[in-house]
Structures are given as structure tokens and as C-alpha cells.
């Protein structure tokens, strides 16, 4: 099983790579806290999701040059995510933010990984045009991927939860940048 797993995180990284996408970073591992961040001018721009057991996934987030003349002005740490086992939660870069970076512990209580994003802003830019992808599929055996398109930022993160298979679903929000 462990084996079809890797094969899965490979074959999606290639898929990555034949789709344009430049940077990738470390991914994280079953339990252990976890940092990364994407290069200036950057933004995440792919996040892959694979079960590693009924408790934790492994997470790989992959980051690719900002669209058109973006550039970044400041970067802000958020506050943990706050939320018990089952509830739903919505991540949402504030402003015109960007998702740059991501911090994760695994919770050993709540048995569920906790995360602190890093948000950008975009000097003399404004979003417009955001929408929503559908939701991931709440299940074990179903990678979770989600890939920005190459002219929008990723801005939110929604996750909630499916009581019958006792998984999370996600789902994320992608908008265009518009400069003033």
C-alpha cells in the first residue's frame, strides 16, 4: 500500500511538472510538525493530499512565479486554525493576500494536523473574478489535488467534515489579480 502511495505522489508530481508548475517543496510527514515557503515573488500553487493512515495525510504544497507584474510588498504568519475534529473551517488570506507559506503540527489529542498560513499582499493589485473548485472527495483512498491556474492566486483554504466516512473534504478558492 505504501508503495502505490509513493507511486501516486511521483505520478502527480510529474503531472506537476508537465503542467508548468516550478517550484516544488518538501512535503510533510505522518506526525512531525512541518515549515515551508515558497521563493520571493511566488505564491502556492498546488496543494497534493495523500493519506498516510485514518489519522494523518501527507501533505506537498508547490509553489510557481505570482501572475503577470505582481510583486510582493509584505508577508504576515497567521493565528492557528482553531477547530474541533468535526467542525468546518474556512482559511482566507485577508485583503488582496496570497497563500506563500505554510506551518503544521500534528495534534495528538484532537488527532488532527493544525495549520498557520503565511499570507502576502500584492502591492497595486486588486482580486476580482474568485471562485470556489468543487470539494475533494472525503476519502482514504482518493488523493487530494488541487492546482491554480497559471493568471490567479490561490486566496482560501475550506475544509469540513464527512461524518460517514470520517474524513475531511477540501475545497479551495482561486481569484484573478487585477492592477491598479
Same mark, same amino acid.
Given at each position: 500500500?505504501?508503495?502505490?502511495?509513493?507511486?501516486?505522489?511521483?505520478?502527480?508530481?510529474?503531472?506537476?511538472?508537465?503542467?508548468?508548475?516550478?517550484? @516544488?517543496?518538501? /512535503?510533510?510527514?505522518? =506526525?512531525?510538525?512541518?515549515?515551508?515557503?515558497?521563493?520571493? @515573488?511566488?505564491?502556492?500553487?498546488? &496543494?497534493?493530499?495523500?493519506?498516510?493512515?485514518?489519522?494523518?495525510?501527507?501533505?506537498?504544497?508547490?509553489?510557481?512565479?505570482?501572475?503577470?507584474?505582481?510583486?510582493?510588498?509584505?508577508?504576515?504568519?497567521?493565528?492557528?486554525?482553531?477547530?474541533?475534529?468535526?467542525?468546518?473551517?474556512?482559511? /482566507?488570506?485577508?485583503?488582496?493576500?496570497?497563500?506563500? #507559506? *505554510?506551518?503544521?503540527?500534528?495534534? !495528538?489529542?484532537?488527532?488532527?494536523?493544525?495549520?498557520?498560513?503565511?499570507?502576502?499582499? &500584492?502591492? @497595486?493589485? =486588486?482580486?476580482?473574478?474568485?471562485?470556489?473548485?468543487?470539494?475533494? !472527495?472525503?476519502?482514504?483512498? *482518493?488523493?487530494? =489535488?488541487? !492546482? *491554480?491556474?497559471?493568471?490567479? &492566486?490561490?486566496?482560501?483554504?475550506?475544509?469540513?467534515?464527512?461524518? !460517514?466516512?470520517?474524513?475531511?473534504?477540501?475545497? &479551495? /478558492?482561486?481569484?484573478?489579480? #487585477?492592477?491598479?
Amino acid at each position: 500500500m505504501a508503495i502505490l502511495k509513493q507511486d501516486t505522489l511521483t505520478l502527480g508530481l510529474l503531472l506537476l511538472v508537465a503542467l508548468g508548475v516550478t517550484g @516544488n517543496k518538501e /512535503q510533510t510527514r505522518p =506526525y512531525e510538525s512541518f515549515h515551508s515557503e515558497c521563493s520571493s @515573488n511566488e505564491s502556492v500553487s498546488g &496543494i497534493m493530499g495523500f493519506s498516510s493512515d485514518k489519522r494523518d495525510h501527507i501533505w506537498r504544497f508547490i509553489c510557481s512565479p505570482l501572475p503577470g507584474k505582481a510583486k510582493t510588498t509584505y508577508c504576515n504568519l497567521s493565528d492557528e486554525v482553531k477547530h474541533k475534529l468535526d467542525e468546518p473551517y474556512m482559511l /482566507q488570506c485577508p485583503g488582496n493576500g496570497y497563500f506563500f #507559506g *505554510v506551518t503544521s503540527h500534528y495534534d !495528538k489529542d484532537k488527532r488532527e494536523r493544525c495549520f498557520r498560513f503565511t499570507c502576502c499582499e &500584492i502591492q @497595486n493589485s =486588486y482580486i476580482h473574478g474568485c471562485s470556489l473548485t468543487r470539494w475533494s !472527495k472525503a476519502s482514504p483512498s *482518493v488523493p487530494k =489535488y488541487f !492546482k *491554480v491556474p497559471r493568471d490567479m &492566486i490561490l486566496r482560501a483554504i475550506n475544509s469540513s467534515f464527512d461524518l !460517514k466516512t470520517s474524513y475531511r473534504r477540501f475545497r &479551495i /478558492q482561486v481569484c484573478h489579480l #487585477g492592477y491598479k
